[in-house]
């Protein structure tokens, strides 16, 4: 039904997009005419709400397949299925099957057809020939290189010199030998030696340099002791005296000498005569060890009655000697923590 010419906010409801059409009472009392001209953006603008999923879908799908080997419709049926024949086949070495396998490299390639292999430089390497080896005086290898090319042109037929050409003189490169410094090298001393060091660095070195006069110190005196320049002996007694005039001072070269004395023209030994002592011999001999034995005595009660009137000096000696051990102990206690703490830990006791 049409009640003739519509005005102009009214809209074709056909599209679900365009406005709703208005009520009849509002078209009540319009004349019948031309037909309304449509807008001719219509089309256009119903292409831009058409779903483009399915093509989304199929790009994507398209990538899986190549990225995975290939859509499995297209793979023909070979590569899919197998027949297991390996209870037929005899059995291998263990070296053979490893060499049969494929790398994993080389597995994703396979898989994946879009990518290629980047090509290996150590076939070339491989198939390349090396050139003569330089001498060992030390010709470089950039030099022997054109030495090589050079020889090769010269033998061709063109009779263009090569200014590389070996002629064969000179060929030896002479090593160049450093000349040895009169300087000695500079010592580094370490930051806290500086002129204007920090607290902490000034305390570091400081305490270093303790240490170091400390480790010294520790050394002379837990090291072992010095071979005395004098050793300290005793006087010779009368009593050992008397003993050493009646030994005579003999030796083995006296007796050797006396030899021929107690030998007879023939060279028979003759009987020694044993030298009389008198009475008078007997007696002195007597006496004279009752004094030696007397001043003994007497030398022995002097040195006990000065060793009582020194036992106060003997044990200021003593306690001064304890109290020096005790400090060795000390000092080999802390030296050995300070060895232990710069060596690393032990698990074990020793």
Not at 7 to 17: G, L
Not at 101 to 128: A, G, M
Not at 144 to 151: D, E, I, P, R, Y
Not at 248 to 274: L, Q, T, V
């Amino acid at each position: 039904m049409w009640f003739g010419k519509l005005p102009k906010h009214y809209i074709n409801t056909q599209h679900p997009t365009r406005k709703k059409q208005p009520p009849l009472s509002t078209l009540r009392g319009f004349q019948l005419g031309k037909k309304a001209k449509t807008s001719r953006k219509g089309k256009k603008a119903w292409r831009a709400n058409i779903s483009s999923e399915d093509i989304h879908e199929f790009f994507d799908k398209s990538t899986r397949d190549a990225q995975s080997g290939g859509s499995l419709q297209e793979v023909p049926s070979e590569s899919l299925f197998f027949v297991d024949k390996s209870s037929d086949l005899s059995v291998k070495r263990k070296i053979e099957k490893n060499r049969e396998k494929v790398l994993w490299r080389d597995s994703i390639l396979q898989k994946n057809p879009f990518v290629k292999p980047v090509p290996s430089s150590t076939d070339r390497k491989k198939n390349h020939k090396k050139p003569p080896t330089a001498p060992s005086t030390g010709v470089a290898t950039q030099t022997a290189s054109k030495l090589v090319t050079c020889q090769d042109s010269t033998t061709s037929s063109s009779g263009v010199a090569c200014l590389w050409a070996s002629t064969g003189e000179n060929d030896n490169k002479g090593t160049k030998i450093r000349k040895p410094s009169l300087i000695p090298a500079v010592e580094v001393e370490p930051s806290g030696c500086s002129f204007n060091p920090s607290f902490e660095s000034h305390q570091d070195s400081l305490a270093h340099a303790v240490a170091e006069e400390m480790q010294k110190v520790y050394r002379n005196e837990l090291g072992p002791l010095p071979v005395p320049v004098t050793v300290t002996g005793e006087p010779i007694t009368e009593e050992d005296k008397y003993f050493l005039d009646a030994d005579g001072g003999s030796n083995d070269d006296d007796s050797d000498d006396s030899e021929p004395e107690n030998r007879d023209e023939n060279g028979n030994i003759r009987p020694k005569k044993a030298k009389r002592v008198t009475r008078v011999e007997l007696n002195k001999r007597a006496r004279r060890k009752e004094v030696l034995r007397k001043e003994e005595e007497a030398k022995k009660v002097k040195e006990l009655s000065n060793e009582i009137d020194s036992l106060p000096n003997i044990i200021l000696e003593i306690e001064k000697e304890n109290k020096e051990k005790e400090k060795r102990r000390i000092r080999r206690v802390v030296a050995k923590q300070e060895r232990l703490k710069v060596r690393p830990p032990r698990l074990g006791k020793r």
